[in-house]
Protein backbone atom coordinates (compact mmCIF):
# COMPACT_ATOMS: atom_id res chain seq x y z
CA UNK A 1 0.00 0.00 0.00
CA UNK A 2 1.74 3.01 -1.44
CA UNK A 3 0.44 5.79 0.61
CA UNK A 4 1.10 3.72 3.74
CA UNK A 5 4.53 3.37 2.76
CA UNK A 6 4.84 6.87 2.54
CA UNK A 7 3.53 7.64 5.69
CA UNK A 8 6.06 5.59 7.35
CA UNK A 9 8.71 7.33 5.52
CA UNK A 10 7.70 10.81 6.66
CA UNK A 11 6.68 9.62 9.98
CA UNK A 12 8.21 6.52 11.20
CA UNK A 13 10.99 7.13 13.89
CA UNK A 14 13.72 3.87 14.01
CA UNK A 15 14.47 2.99 17.39
CA UNK A 16 17.32 0.34 18.89
CA UNK A 17 16.08 -3.24 18.49
CA UNK A 18 14.55 -3.01 15.56
CA UNK A 19 11.62 -1.45 16.42
CA UNK A 20 9.77 1.15 14.16
CA UNK A 21 7.65 3.62 16.08
CA UNK A 22 4.79 4.82 14.38
CA UNK A 23 2.31 6.61 17.43
CA UNK A 24 1.93 9.45 15.72
CA UNK A 25 -0.62 7.83 12.91
CA UNK A 26 -1.02 4.65 14.74
CA UNK A 27 0.08 3.67 18.13
CA UNK A 28 -1.13 6.59 20.10
CA UNK A 29 -2.12 9.42 17.88
CA UNK A 30 -4.43 7.51 15.22
CA UNK A 31 -4.69 8.99 11.70
CA UNK A 32 -8.25 7.89 11.47
CA UNK A 33 -8.38 8.52 7.32
CA UNK A 34 -5.91 6.20 6.74
CA UNK A 35 -7.39 3.49 9.09
CA UNK A 36 -10.29 3.86 7.17
CA UNK A 37 -8.09 3.13 3.96
CA UNK A 38 -6.31 0.17 5.41
CA UNK A 39 -9.58 -1.07 6.47
CA UNK A 40 -10.80 -0.94 2.91
CA UNK A 41 -7.45 -2.73 1.10
CA UNK A 42 -8.33 -5.64 3.93
CA UNK A 43 -11.74 -5.64 2.80
CA UNK A 44 -10.74 -5.77 -0.52
CA UNK A 45 -8.63 -8.75 0.13
CA UNK A 46 -10.82 -10.73 2.07
CA UNK A 47 -14.47 -9.80 0.90
CA UNK A 48 -15.12 -12.89 0.05
CA UNK A 49 -13.55 -15.02 2.86
CA UNK A 50 -17.09 -15.56 4.59
CA UNK A 51 -15.29 -13.59 7.91
CA UNK A 52 -17.36 -13.75 10.54
CA UNK A 53 -15.29 -12.30 13.30
CA UNK A 54 -11.92 -10.03 13.10
CA UNK A 55 -9.72 -10.76 15.87
CA UNK A 56 -6.55 -8.52 17.06
CA UNK A 57 -5.32 -7.98 20.45
CA UNK A 58 -5.55 -4.55 22.12
CA UNK A 59 -4.46 -1.49 22.49
CA UNK A 60 -2.58 -1.52 18.78
CA UNK A 61 -4.52 -3.36 17.06
CA UNK A 62 -8.16 -2.80 17.33
CA UNK A 63 -7.47 1.24 15.01
CA UNK A 64 -6.58 -1.23 12.23
CA UNK A 65 -8.92 -3.99 12.31
CA UNK A 66 -12.48 -1.40 13.75
CA UNK A 67 -12.86 -0.34 9.77
CA UNK A 68 -11.95 -3.96 8.07
CA UNK A 69 -14.41 -5.20 10.34
CA UNK A 70 -16.93 -3.00 10.11
CA UNK A 71 -16.71 -2.97 5.62
CA UNK A 72 -16.51 -6.84 6.32
CA UNK A 73 -19.84 -6.72 7.93
CA UNK A 74 -18.35 -8.81 10.52
CA UNK A 75 -17.80 -8.11 14.43
CA UNK A 76 -14.71 -7.04 15.64
CA UNK A 77 -13.09 -8.76 19.02
CA UNK A 78 -10.31 -7.47 20.71
CA UNK A 79 -8.43 -10.12 23.21
CA UNK A 80 -7.48 -8.48 26.42
CA UNK A 81 -4.13 -8.19 28.13
CA UNK A 82 -5.15 -7.35 32.19
CA UNK A 83 -7.92 -9.29 33.56
CA UNK A 84 -10.52 -6.40 35.06
CA UNK A 85 -13.85 -6.94 37.58
CA UNK A 86 -15.87 -7.51 34.66
CA UNK A 87 -13.66 -10.35 33.45
CA UNK A 88 -15.19 -13.42 34.15
CA UNK A 89 -13.99 -17.06 34.34
CA UNK A 90 -15.76 -18.00 30.91
CA UNK A 91 -12.63 -16.99 29.06
CA UNK A 92 -10.32 -18.77 26.49
CA UNK A 93 -6.82 -17.93 27.51
CA UNK A 94 -3.16 -18.09 25.95
CA UNK A 95 0.39 -16.79 26.39
CA UNK A 96 2.31 -14.40 24.28
CA UNK A 97 5.97 -13.00 24.68
CA UNK A 98 5.60 -9.49 23.98
CA UNK A 99 8.36 -8.07 21.32
CA UNK A 100 8.85 -4.10 22.76
CA UNK A 101 8.16 -5.03 26.33
CA UNK A 102 10.09 -8.17 26.00
CA UNK A 103 7.77 -10.17 28.55
CA UNK A 104 5.37 -12.76 28.92
CA UNK A 105 1.45 -11.48 28.83
CA UNK A 106 -1.31 -13.56 28.95
CA UNK A 107 -4.18 -12.51 26.27
CA UNK A 108 -7.66 -13.71 26.62
CA UNK A 109 -11.37 -13.36 25.14
CA UNK A 110 -14.75 -14.42 26.49
CA UNK A 111 -16.45 -17.75 25.34
CA UNK A 112 -19.24 -16.07 24.33
CA UNK A 113 -17.51 -14.05 21.44
CA UNK A 114 -15.84 -16.60 19.72
CA UNK A 115 -17.35 -19.69 18.75
CA UNK A 116 -16.77 -23.21 16.64
CA UNK A 117 -19.20 -21.42 13.99
CA UNK A 118 -16.87 -18.42 13.26
CA UNK A 119 -14.43 -17.89 10.73
CA UNK A 120 -11.78 -15.31 11.50
CA UNK A 121 -9.78 -13.10 10.50
CA UNK A 122 -6.65 -11.92 12.53
CA UNK A 123 -5.44 -8.38 12.25
CA UNK A 124 -2.33 -7.09 14.18
CA UNK A 125 -0.76 -3.75 13.44
CA UNK A 126 2.99 -5.27 13.31
CA UNK A 127 4.15 -8.68 12.52
CA UNK A 128 7.96 -9.37 13.83
CA UNK A 129 8.33 -13.18 15.28
CA UNK A 130 4.65 -14.10 14.98
CA UNK A 131 4.18 -14.22 18.67
CA UNK A 132 0.63 -12.25 18.66
CA UNK A 133 -0.34 -14.22 15.91
CA UNK A 134 0.13 -17.13 16.95
CA UNK A 135 -1.21 -16.97 20.34
CA UNK A 136 -4.55 -15.63 18.72
CA UNK A 137 -4.47 -18.62 16.36
CA UNK A 138 -4.65 -20.75 19.96
CA UNK A 139 -7.21 -18.71 21.25
CA UNK A 140 -9.42 -19.09 18.29
CA UNK A 141 -8.40 -22.88 18.30
CA UNK A 142 -9.31 -23.36 21.85
CA UNK A 143 -13.54 -22.27 20.31
CA UNK A 144 -12.84 -24.34 17.35
CA UNK A 145 -12.81 -21.35 15.22
CA UNK A 146 -11.66 -21.65 12.06
CA UNK A 147 -8.33 -18.80 10.72
CA UNK A 148 -8.86 -18.10 7.70
CA UNK A 149 -6.24 -15.62 6.79
CA UNK A 150 -3.61 -12.83 8.76
CA UNK A 151 -3.70 -9.18 7.92
CA UNK A 152 -1.22 -7.35 8.90
CA UNK A 153 -0.51 -3.33 8.84
CA UNK A 154 3.11 -3.51 9.20
CA UNK A 155 5.41 -6.58 8.37
CA UNK A 156 9.22 -6.50 9.60
CA UNK A 157 9.96 -9.31 7.03
CA UNK A 158 13.21 -9.89 8.07
CA UNK A 159 12.14 -11.33 11.18
CA UNK A 160 10.36 -14.58 11.37
CA UNK A 161 6.92 -14.31 11.68
CA UNK A 162 5.52 -14.47 8.20
CA UNK A 163 7.55 -17.92 8.08
CA UNK A 164 6.36 -19.11 11.20
CA UNK A 165 2.68 -18.33 9.81
CA UNK A 166 3.32 -19.92 6.61
CA UNK A 167 4.44 -22.97 7.69
CA UNK A 168 1.37 -23.20 10.22
CA UNK A 169 -0.49 -23.06 6.84
CA UNK A 170 -2.05 -19.59 7.41
CA UNK A 171 -1.86 -16.78 4.72
CA UNK A 172 -0.34 -13.49 5.68
CA UNK A 173 -1.82 -10.19 4.08
CA UNK A 174 0.98 -7.87 4.98
CA UNK A 175 0.07 -3.86 3.67
CA UNK A 176 3.86 -2.77 4.04
CA UNK A 177 6.67 -5.21 4.33
CA UNK A 178 9.67 -3.61 5.65
CA UNK A 179 13.16 -5.45 3.99
CA UNK A 180 15.28 -3.44 5.76
CA UNK A 181 15.36 -1.17 8.78
CA UNK A 182 18.31 1.20 9.93
CA UNK A 183 18.40 4.90 11.29
CA UNK A 184 19.72 5.67 7.89
CA UNK A 185 17.00 4.42 5.79
CA UNK A 186 13.91 2.13 5.82
CA UNK A 187 13.60 -0.15 2.53
CA UNK A 188 10.16 -2.28 1.48
CA UNK A 189 9.47 -5.07 -0.41
CA UNK A 190 7.81 -4.28 -3.27
CA UNK A 191 4.95 -6.74 -4.65
CA UNK A 192 4.00 -4.84 -7.73
P1 LIG B 1 5.35 -10.50 17.19
O1 LIG B 1 4.36 -11.07 18.15
O2 LIG B 1 5.01 -10.77 15.75
O3 LIG B 1 6.76 -10.88 17.54
O4 LIG B 1 5.30 -8.93 17.38
C1 LIG B 1 4.14 -8.25 17.03
C2 LIG B 1 3.62 -7.44 18.17
O5 LIG B 1 4.68 -6.72 18.81
C3 LIG B 1 2.65 -6.43 17.66
O6 LIG B 1 1.40 -6.66 18.27
C4 LIG B 1 3.20 -5.08 18.02
O7 LIG B 1 2.37 -4.46 18.97
C5 LIG B 1 4.56 -5.34 18.62
N1 LIG B 1 5.67 -4.93 17.73
C6 LIG B 1 6.58 -5.75 17.14
N2 LIG B 1 7.50 -5.03 16.47
C7 LIG B 1 7.16 -3.75 16.60
C8 LIG B 1 7.74 -2.54 16.11
O8 LIG B 1 8.76 -2.47 15.42
N3 LIG B 1 7.09 -1.36 16.45
C9 LIG B 1 5.96 -1.37 17.21
N4 LIG B 1 5.41 -0.19 17.47
N5 LIG B 1 5.40 -2.51 17.70
C10 LIG B 1 5.99 -3.68 17.39
Known sequence: MKELQDVILEKGNVLRGNILKVDSFLNQQVDCELM??????????????GITKVLTVESSGIAPALFAAKLLGSKLIFARKKKSLTTDINIFKSTVYSYTKQEMKEIMVSKDFLTENDKVLLIDDFLANGQAAKAMIAL??????????????????????????????????????????????IEFIDEN
Open 140 to 185: CNQAGAKVCAVGIVIEKSFQKGRKLLEDMGYEVYSLARIKNLSEEA
Open 36 to 49: YRIGEEFYEHFKDY
